[in-house]
């Protein structure tokens, strides 16, 4: 659902900086196969997310970013720093999956700075690259990133950073700084927060984008039905069809969380109740929630029951998710176990016939999957309970930036 609105980011892409190490990445990974006829993209890109981890750290003193404590304690230890693809340069235990290489490929994609296989930059993102960041990085020698292509072609080098290596350091750091260029800022907006050349929203992720800006000034701002609504009257207040649809698309959203966050805080409550009574059970959140949930509207849910289908794929599913949406409307709390139970063991049959998390047997839950304690919201927390993200806090996370 929140693809109708927010079409290239991730959950975790929320760093404008980590989308520049990313493009130069695959830049470098690129002219070290075509300069060395070395096949190794990834190795390369790894090494230089090490490099520019040292450089915005201990050169900017900007620690905003995946892998800071292994930077920091490499960096703090010793005059040299090594740059490798083996497990001890590493500034995370599996960089490969959980650094940029992991997180950021996709959405670089998705937003129009990288293609092919292999992944390689776009001809705007490659040309941008060397306008922009090559002559910083060569300073006054102006040799293309050649040196830079033959530190990341080897395999293991030590740099030291305070003396014989402080001028690549420091280019390093003069590119990754956290202010941006006025061409910087023009090629992020375009590709990052308005979606890029194939924006799949068709102009939607720019008005929310604009929407955003009016709760730049609101403290400790989160996601909640209330923030969402507000969005989605600013994005309504937009003359044209587009600022209707996005409002609808929001509204849609506002709705689904009001059913799903507490289905996953009830889900996680039940889990950590193991051989416990399931009429108990229900008591127990009774006690807590009240009667009935007027936060959960099951006549509007049944509006976007096409919304629900396209999501699972079946019909089934939505519908037993509109079943949930009416027994938890009506507090028969103990059915909306039942259910969830059920949804649970479709999702793992889905995901290759794996057992589902919980069962019930003679009356009685028997977990699978424990968790210690399961979070359950108050009846007064629940009117502003949220849980998933729907790329709405990406896209603000990276509007701001570029705001600043």
Known sequence: MGRHVVGNLTTVSTSVRDFTVTMLGYYFAERVAEETAASDDLNVFLRWEQLSAYARGGGNNDWAFRGTERTKNYWN????????????????????????????????????????????????????????????????????????????????????????????????AKVLRRKFSSAERSLYVRHLIEGGPKDSTQGGQRLLAEAMKTTFDVKDWQLSPVVVSHLAKQCRAKSGDTGRKVADYLEHIRLAEQLLAPCVSLFAYSLSSDNQRLDDVAVTIRKEWGPE?????????????????????????????????GDLAQGDYAKVITQLIDQNREVMVMRGGAAPWLEIRDGKLHVKLAVETGYLPTKKDLPTHWIHSYFLDSLRTVTKELEV
């Open 77 to 172: 230890s010793a005059d040299r720093v090594r740059l490798g693809a083996d497990s001890g340069s590493f500034i995370l235990s599996d960089q490969k999956t959980y650094g940029l290489w992991g997180l950021y490929s996709v959405p670089s994609r998705s937003s129009g700075l990288v293609e092919g296989s292999p992944t390689r930059l776009t001809a705007e993102a490659r040309q941008f690259v060397e306008e922009n960041y090559l002559p910083v990085l060569d300073g006054k020698s102006m040799a293309r990133g050649e040196g830079l292509v033959d530190i990341l072609g080897k395999r293991s080098v030590e740099l030291r950073p305070k003396d014989r290596d402080r001028v690549l350091f420091g280019s390093v």
């Open 293 to 325: 949930l007027r936060s959960v509207d099951p006549k509007a849910l049944e509006a976007i029951e096409p919304e629900l289908i396209g999501a699972s794929g079946e019909r089934e599913s939505a519908r037993r998710w509109l079943t949930i949406a």
